[in-house]
């Protein structure tokens, strides 16, 4: 939703559960990415044809960092949320 609100033309979202995809869908996201059961970076780079996403917000830093990274275009942005500065 926050993504909708920001202007995103595409939503795609991570989640590590069936129960948080259908969330995700039922908030928005155009597509979803069961991190746990499909390969991240690979999906998105198919899901975008090769381009990678343009922003990216971070929900835990520093723990998916160095993955999302890969999924990013040249001159992509990373948001991180407050719960990923907290910590």
Known sequence: Q???????ARII???SSNAK???ARDAGADDVIDYKTEPLVERVHELTKGAGVDRIIEMDMPSTAPTTSR???PAARSWPTAAARSR
């Open 2 to 8: 926050f993504a909708a609100r920001m202007g995103a």
């Open 13 to 15: 979202t991570t989640v």
């Open 71 to 73: 999924c990013c275009a």
């Open 21 to 23: 995809a259908k969330l």
